[in-house]
Structures are given as structure tokens and as C-alpha cells.
């Protein structure tokens, strides 16, 4: 009778986990895949992009639910690695976030991502603006988009990619940059040291030193048989990667942040270990047109403007569980209100 009791407890414990997780992952909007054309879209700066994503981007398209009216949209650039159009998932509670405020939005796979064509190492940032502009243009042709309420909502390389978009397209009306760098060099430097952050001064210069090593390489132009016999770096980059870096380390955005003519909302973390959130937020004040910047800091988040005890735990399986448990909350307090608060004001002003 117990063994029966016990077996009907785990039943019923199991049952209410299984409803739980189903009601947490319950998002307050529609989505569909869709598939964007990108063979005759113009390159801001680049190659023609279908020269990397087969002549098209497989993507998700999100609407208010049970919405059928015209929405304002807010398309999503990546940060760097593969991803596909959701980031795991990652991306559904800042969908929902747009959708309060009345926004679709549109994301998609990078190129070689869950079947996509292509390889986004072979892109350089001017590439991936090029699916920008490609996509901004699908958008105006849908009955569910307004073309006067598009914005864009981009995450660490995003604030390399978004501003030359910015810049250029009069129909992108405003910018959310989270964890957004400046410069490549300096983003790496700083990287480097906060990764070093518990190792010696010894051990910190040796890193440094390989680390001026590798620019040098890539300031030559070095081919990666060149980069492999200079045996600068003990764990090596792929042949891939290195050829994505050799095509961007040179970024830096500041000549473009001061042709930004639209609403910027800037997001950073005061955990990131990524980008020195101080030196953006100071270049973007410097350099960005008088009352167009807004600035939100979250003191304890991470360059995703995750909690800071998540994001550099990704395999702690209690971080696991508690991202599939409650998704919502993985993120900063106020991250989410901030990006629905400053969608809504956008959807104002017309």
C-alpha cells in the first residue's frame, strides 16, 4: 500500500512539473516560419548577401496573439556564434516583452543554422546588415507590418552591424543595442582580462603578449597557414574562424553612432565580462545627437542583460532547470518592462 502511495505521489508531483513547465513556456504571442528572399537585396557596404545564405533566410515571424490588426516590428540581429532564430529560446520572453507593446517581430537562423544555407563564418558585419536590409524590405510587403513603426533590437556584434543600417534606412525608426561593443580590439583586450581576471600578472602579460602576437598576423593579412605556423595561440582558432575575424577585427562604430539620426535605447550590464560596458556608454554619450540616447544600466547583469548568476553558469544544472522552469525570469529585473516601455513610446510617435 505505501510502494502504492509513493508511486501515485511521484505520479502526481510529475503531473504538476509537467504543467508548470507547459504554462511557463506559454508565450503571449503568434508565431510563424517564414522564408525571406535575399537574392536582389543591396549589401550596405558588402557582398551581395546571397553569396552566403543561399538566396534566402529562414526565419520566425512573431504577431500579438489573436492580433489581426497592422503592427509596428522589431527585427533581431545576433550576437556572435551559431544561432538560430530563437536563441534557444532564449529570445521568447523579449518577444513577448514587443508584444505587450503591439510590435511583431522577426528574427532568423544565421547562415548553416538548423539547416539554413550557407555559413555565417563566412560573413563579414557588413554581410550581416546586408540581411538587415534584405529583411526590413520583406517586411514592408506583409499585410501584418506597418512600415512606419520598424525598428531593430540587436545584442553584442549587433551594435556593429545596426548602426550603418541606422544610418542609411530612413524606415528604421529606432534601436535597442544590449551589451553593444565599440571597437573589436579594445572588446577583445577587455574580454581576455576579464576571462584572466583570478590568474596572475605573469599569467595575464603571457596572454596579452600572444594576443599582440595574433594582431600582428591579421594586420599583415596572414594567410592561416601563416597564423598555424606562428604557433602564437596554444588552442588555435578553425580555419573558419579565423577568416571571420581576418574579415572584422577592424570594426569600430563610432564613426556611424554619430550618423545615427533615430531613438537609441542602450542596455548594459554591470557583470558583463564581454564589452566594458563603461566605455560604450560613455562613447554613445559623447558621440550620439543630442536627445536621441536613452540609457538603462543593470548593475548586476550579464552581457545579455541575463541575472549574473545564469549567464557564465550555463551548465550548472540548476540554471537549467530553473531557465526551463521560468524563463521569464532569467533575465535582469526591468530588462523586459524597459524594452516594452520604450516600444510602446515608439509606437507614439508617428
Not at 556608454?281 to 552581457?303: D, N, Q, S
Amino acid at each position: 500500500m505505501k510502494k502504492q502511495w509513493a508511486i501515485a505521489l511521484v505520479a502526481v508531483l510529475a503531473l504538476s512539473l509537467g504543467v508548470r513547465i507547459v504554462v511557463s513556456n506559454t508565450f503571449a504571442f503568434d508565431e510563424q516560419r517564414v522564408r525571406i528572399p535575399v537574392t536582389d537585396a543591396v549589401a550596405a557596404g558588402g557582398t551581395t548577401p546571397d553569396a552566403h545564405t543561399g538566396g534566402r533566410l529562414d526565419g520566425v515571424l512573431t504577431t500579438p496573439k489573436g492580433s489581426s490588426d497592422r503592427h509596428g516590428l522589431v527585427v533581431f540581429v545576433h550576437g556572435d556564434g551559431p544561432a538560430n532564430a530563437s536563441r534557444d529560446d532564449a529570445y521568447r520572453p523579449i518577444w513577448e516583452a514587443f508584444s505587450r507593446a503591439g510590435y511583431a517581430t522577426l528574427s532568423w537562423d544565421k547562415a548553416g543554422v538548423d539547416g539554413a544555407p550557407g555559413n555565417w563564418l563566412d560573413q563579414s558585419l557588413a554581410d550581416r546588415g546586408a540581411e538587415v536590409a534584405a529583411a526590413l524590405d520583406w517586411a514592408r510587403t506583409r499585410p501584418e507590418i506597418d512600415p512606419t513603426r520598424m525598428g531593430a533590437w540587436g545584442v553584442s556584434q549587433g551594435g556593429w552591424v545596426l548602426p550603418p543600417i541606422a544610418a542609411k534606412r530612413t524606415d528604421l525608426r529606432f534601436l535597442m543595442l544590449v551589451g553593444a561593443a565599440v571597437n573589436w580590439l579594445r572588446q577583445g583586450e577587455y574580454n581576455l582580462l576579464a576571462d584572466l581576471r583570478a590568474a596572475s600578472e605573469q599569467e595575464k602579460q603571457r596572454a596579452l603578449d600572444r594576443r599582440a602576437a595574433d594582431i600582428t598576423l591579421l594586420e599583415r593579412g596572414a594567410s592561416y597557414r601563416e597564423y598555424l605556423d606562428a604557433k602564437v595561440d596554444p588552442n588555435p582558432m578553425t580555419e573558419d574562424r579565423y577568416g571571420f575575424v581576418l574579415r572584422n577585427f577592424r570594426a569600430d562604430a563610432t564613426g556611424d553612432i554619430a550618423r545615427i539620426g533615430i531613438p537609441v535605447l542602450l542596455l548594459l550590464g554591470g557583470a558583463d565580462r564581454n564589452v566594458d560596458t563603461a566605455e560604450t556608454a560613455r562613447v554613445y554619450a559623447a558621440t550620439m545627437r543630442p536627445g536621441l540616447l536613452t540609457e538603462r544600466a543593470f548593475p548586476r547583469a550579464t552581457h545579455s542583460l541575463t541575472r549574473d548568476d545564469i549567464e557564465y553558469r550555463s551548465d550548472d544544472p540548476r540554471v537549467i532547470a530553473g531557465a526551463v522552469l521560468a524563463p521569464r525570469e532569467i533575465y535582469a529585473p526591468g530588462y523586459l518592462d524597459a524594452l516594452t516601455d520604450f516600444a510602446a513610446r515608439q509606437a507614439a510617435v508617428r
